[in-house]
């Protein structure tokens, strides 16, 4: 079973272009988060939810926009691509503790293209 | 948030002891140090958590001195599989302030 799964896996579009990849987790866990990781690997934190509510945005572009329809699901609508958007977008989620100890699962990744 | 060092890279061989120290000067009183391992083309995978002294479980060990400004990293006899790039967090995860990824210690192992 998997734990955290994306779609698609890879993603290849033109710029200008509308595109969402989903995610879903089936470990009943109440947060969940988007990551992008750039072409250097660095992996950056884009959004957290936590029980549907958005509680973080770290500076992130208005064209992203994070959709969670339950807690299980957290979706990543990007409009109007552009080539920086290019990189691998993790999704992962959380069980959170409330000490603040806490481990994360991850996605395989989207690898997104923007041409 | 507690801001983290740690070796770029190292390499080592199979079957050998891999140590890899990160430094957290400014590590707060509640934060926990968490490492994550991450292979070409995955997510990054919980490898260890602690807060204090030691903490062992089926895949490594971490070593927190008293003072908490450093951690260690132990991965007994290593194996092919094992290279991959190891991720020092420092902080408290509590949905409303997010832990930072650094640069990671790339970790080849030879045969």
């Known amino acids: 079973d998997t734990a955290v799964s994306q779609t698609p896996k890879y993603l290849v579009t033109q710029m200008g272009n509308d595109k969402s990849i989903k995610c879903e987790q089936n470990?009943?866990?109440?947060?969940m988060y988007w990551y992008k990781q750039d072409s250097k690997k660095f992996l950056k934190i884009m959004f957290s939810y936590n029980n549907k509510e958005l509680i973080i945005n770290e500076t992130v572009p208005n064209r992203f926009s994070p959709k969670s329809p339950d807690k299980a699901h957290l979706n990543l609508h990007i409009n109007s691509l552009e080539l920086g958007d290019s990189a691998v977008y993790f999704c992962?989620?959380?069980?959170?503790?409330?000490?603040?100890?806490?481990?994360?699962?991850f996605g395989p990744g989207t690898r997104l293209t923007v041409t | 948030l507690a801001k983290t060092t740690q070796p770029i890279s190292m390499d080592s061989y199979e079957g050998q002891e891999v140590n890899i120290t990160c430094s957290h000067n400014?590590?707060?009183?509640?934060?926990?140090i968490t490492w994550y391992q991450q292979f070409p083309s995955q997510g990054p995978r919980f490898i260890i958590q602690g807060y204090k002294t030691k903490v062992t479980n089926e895949v490594a060990s971490l070593f927190i001195p008293a003072d908490r400004k450093s951690s260690t990293l132990s991965l007994p006899r290593v194996s092919l599989s094992d290279t991959a790039v190891y991720y020092c967090?420092?902080?408290?995860?509590?949905?409303?302030?997010?832990?930072?990824f650094g640069s990671g210690t790339r970790l080849q192992v030879q045969p």
């Open positions: 992962a989620s959380t069980q959170l503790h409330g000490d603040g100890g806490a481990e994360q699962y």
């Open positions: 400014n590590i707060a009183t509640n934060d926990y």
């Open positions: 470990l009943g866990h109440d947060t």
């Open positions: 967090l420092v902080g408290v995860d509590t949905g409303r302030r997010a832990l930072t």
